[in-house]
């Protein structure tokens, strides 16, 4: 699968998720943008490093995704965008009663409203290219919930419903709309929690990983930033032409169970 001479764009792509899927593309041939809220020497470098070990052009763009403007400005700053990947998330556990409106607002803010604008500017230059593939990074809580992470659910799940209206808003055109519904995913920020969930349950790093966080995830190992970068390159493959409109689950059997 080649994406050469192809662009993308990946928010909220300093780290995690968001980075593997950049790598990906960029191993796959694509320019990539990547993108956050900071403006850090080590953001920049990623980039750079990006581009020296795969030879795509490779950028970095600061822009706040909980900001509209900002959001739109980053996909008209790219000036290309065939590949836009909504990825920039954050997340906060309450009890719905206890939940701060400030953070409800963040949440529903950068993990849903942030690819309406991304992709209400993407879809023309989409469309001025003949080809685009928009993959917006949902999660097993766009299909199921947990109690506690309200705003976090009802973005999840609001992601997947805008992905349909895309994907049937684009249908006759060589444009795809899909969301990938993660499982837990070692990211360096659910590494940081093992430690924490193994004291506060008073049981060993493993036992709190299979016990605890992988729960619900029936083979009881992570997904990798690895394997949704691959999914992510096979979305924007001929072979995927006719998949748009649907969530792809890379759970681990969770949504199975
Ligand atoms: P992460 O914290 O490593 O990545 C989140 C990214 O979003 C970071 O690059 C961060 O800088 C960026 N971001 C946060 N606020 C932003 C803002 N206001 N503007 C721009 N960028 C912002 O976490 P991750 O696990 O890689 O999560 C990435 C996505 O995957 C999220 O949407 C998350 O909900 C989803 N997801 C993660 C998991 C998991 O287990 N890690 C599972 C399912 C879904």
């Known amino acids: 699968m080649s994406l050469e001479g192809k662009s993308a764009v990946i928010t909220g792509s300093n780290s995690g998720i968001g980075?593997?899927?950049?790598?990906?593309?960029?191993?796959?041939?694509?320019?990539?943008?990547?993108?956050?809220?900071?403006?850090?020497?080590?953001?920049h470098a990623l980039a750079e490093q990006i581009a020296k070990e795969t030879g795509a052009k490779a950028r970095y763009i600061q822009a706040d995704m909980s900001r509209p403007g900002e959001c739109r400005s980053l996909i008209e700053q790219a000036g290309a965008c065939d590949v836009l990947v909504n990825n920039a998330g954050i997340q906060h556990v309450a009890a719905i009663e206890e939940f701060p409106v400030e953070t409800w607002d963040s949440i529903i803010a950068i993990n849903m409203n942030s690819a309406f604008h991304?992709?209400?500017?993407?879809?023309?230059?989409?469309?001025?290219?003949?080809?685009?593939?928009?993959?917006?990074?949902?999660?097993?809580?766009?299909?199921?919930?947990?109690p506690y992470k309200s705003a976090y659910v009802t973005a999840k799940h609001g992601l997947i419903g805008m992905t349909k209206v895309v994907a049937l808003e684009t249908a006759r055109e060589p444009i795809t709309a899909n969301a990938i519904c993660p499982g837990y995913v070692l990211t360096p920020l659910v590494e940081a929690q093992i430690p924490d969930v193994a004291k506060e349950h008073g049981i060993s790093e493993d036992e709190a990983v299979a016990q605890v966080m992988l729960v619900r995830q029936p083979t009881k190992e992570f997904v990798t930033v690895e394997q949704l970068g691959g999914l992510a390159v096979f979305l924007c493959s001929d072979a995927a032409a006719q998949l748009t409109g649907t969530a792809v689950s890379m759970d681990g059997g969770w949504t199975a169970l």
Do not use: C, K, Q, Y
């Open 118 to 146: 991304t992709t209400a500017v993407a879809i023309p230059l989409m469309r001025e290219a003949g080809w685009g593939r928009i993959i917006n990074i949902a999660s097993a809580h766009g299909l199921t919930a947990s």
């Open 19 to 43: 980075l593997g899927v950049a790598w990906a593309l960029a191993r796959a041939g694509a320019d990539v943008v990547l993108n956050s809220f900071t403006d850090r020497v080590e953001d």
